[in-house]
């Protein structure tokens, strides 16, 4: 089973307001990432966890926040939304943090800001 | 820092028709690459993942890599019109630890009946 569950599938938030975004995996993987997706843009890497080691992309440092309270769950969250985090979240695991190891993508949480 | 590209933009081809799909990135001393598709509101799907110089295939999907020239293809054999999505290239970020990507924007395929 390489499935990765995100919830909620669609959220609609106001500006201002946090959003709380979850994943969830049972392969056992060691690494989970999120990653973030607009139309027409390239899904980009807003952090990763290895283990329990918390790593942000340095432009996204402080727009995003993230846990991980054991090995198959982990949440992004936004503090307080704005427009332009409009977009597709995608969460992602693979099996250890080594170059070559395939990352398995969920559905998707797609977050409409107004 | 890893830059990839993907070309064309969209794709029409007909069922049945090979339908190609090409990458181009920055960095050749990389050594895995992937490609992944999305269907509409739907997460990646990963289809070919290819590691040396040279083909791998999964299925109808078949990928070439050729680092020298910065290239890696993918190719759709007897597309489907359940083949049509969005296809993604992803190569390894340069200097980064751990197992982060780079993706290309994506190639439209649309596979008429």
């Known amino acids: 089973d390489t499935t990765v569950k995100q919830n909620p599938r669609y959220k609609l938030a106001r500006v201002g307001k946090p959003v709380n975004l979850i994943c969830s995996q049972t392969?056992?993987?060691?690494?989970m990432y999120w990653y973030q997706k607009k139309p027409n843009q390239a899904p980009k890497l807003l952090l990763f966890y290895y283990d329990k080691i918390l790593n942000r992309e340095a432009d996204t440092f402080e727009k995003f926040q993230s846990s991980r309270p054991n090995n198959s769950f982990c949440s992004l969250y936004i503090g307080s939304a704005g427009l332009e985090y409009s977009a597709m979240y995608l969460c992602a695991s693979s099996r250890g943090g080594a170059h070559g190891n395939t990352l398995y993508f969920g559905e998707g949480s797609r977050l409409i800001v107004v | 820092q890893q830059k990839v590209q993907q070309s064309p933009e969209s794709l029409t081809v007909s069922e049945g028709a090979m339908a190609s799909l090409n990458c181009t990135f920055s960095?050749?001393?990389?050594?895995?690459f992937r490609w992944y598709r999305q269907h509409s509101a739907k997460g990646l799907e990963v289809l070919v993942s290819i590691f040396s110089d040279g083909e791998k295939e999964e299925g109808r999907f078949t990928a070439h890599l050729n680092r020298a020239n910065l290239h890696v293809s993918l190719h759709i054999r007897e597309p489907q019109p359940s083949d049509s999505a969005v296809y993604l290239c992803?190569?390894?970020?340069?200097?980064?630890?751990?197992?982060?990507?780079?993706f290309g924007i994506g190639t439209r395929v649309l596979v008429r009946p």
């Open positions: 392969m056992n993987h060691d690494t």
């Open positions: 960095d050749g001393t990389s050594n895995n």
């Open positions: 992803a190569a390894p970020m340069t200097n980064s630890a751990g197992n982060k990507l780079t």
